[in-house]
């Protein structure tokens, strides 16, 4: 007797596990995820890769004013004053961007970026607001090489986004100067540095997750180059 009403339990409990997943199965998906019967913690492994990740190296680094945000899909599609209202940013100027430059006329020898001073490749931080001047970053580059490499030999023109997601690690709209797959050097617009309050925004990683730093403790760990090459 006792047997058999040990069966009827369980069959009675495999029945109602295959109702509760037939039904989140119909749900949307963000009420499956918080209503999963896997335990919680495996759930929140699984959305909060990137940003725990990122975290993990920022915490190491000595990095703590530090701050992630998820944005809706139309996040790009939107003006700058809606992105800065979503991520509570301080201005639009406060929004920025990393973007990958390769030097076309490096001579064939230069193929990394092993040598910060002249390498292949650079991430460059500037705001949304600014206009990029190439130039410049030309002029400091040569400069900080004593002009031993002729200017000829420098042409910074944008990557093309499967290098840039190579190199990375991060595919377009989500590229961020943590955690990147190649040591790629980093030129940090000087315009950013002059921001109050020193807090700005740029990719987090995944394309709608956005990073906010204090522009402080990312220049004592990435440290970048800081260069004067933007306008209005």
Not at 106 to 131: F, L
Request: net charge negative; hydrophobic share 35%.
């Amino acid at each position: 007797m006792e047997s058999s009403l040990g069966e009827l339990e369980r069959r009675q409990t495999q029945i109602l596990q295959r109702i509760i997943q037939l039904e989140l199965s119909h749900l949307p998906q963000h009420f499956s995820a918080s209503l999963s019967l896997s335990p919680p913690n495996e759930n929140a492994a699984a959305t909060n890769t990137t940003e725990s990740r990122l975290s993990a190296i920022l915490g190491s680094n000595g990095v703590r004013d530090f701050s992630f945000r998820r944005v809706p899909s139309d996040y790009y599609d939107s003006p700058l004053e809606y992105r800065r209202d979503v991520l509570v940013a301080s201005s639009v100027h406060h929004l920025c961007k990393s973007i990958v430059l390769v030097n076309t006329q490096a001579p064939s020898n230069v193929t990394d970026c092993s040598d910060h001073n002249y390498s292949k490749y650079y991430v460059v931080v500037v705001q949304y607001t600014a206009r990029f001047n190439a130039e410049t970053v030309k002029n400091f580059l040569y400069a900080l090489n004593d002009g031993r490499i002729p200017k000829k030999k420098f042409n910074l023109r944008l990557a093309p986004e499967e290098i840039s997601q190579k190199l990375t690690g991060y595919e377009h709209n989500a590229v961020t100067c943590v955690g990147m797959e190649t040591d790629i050097p980093v030129i940090l617009d000087e315009a950013i540095v002059k921001l109050n309050p020193e807090f700005f925004w740029l990719g987090g990683g995944e394309v709608d997750l956005k990073l906010g730093i204090r522009t402080s403790e990312f220049v004592n760990f990435v440290k970048p180059f800081i260069v004067s090459c933007s306008g209005a």
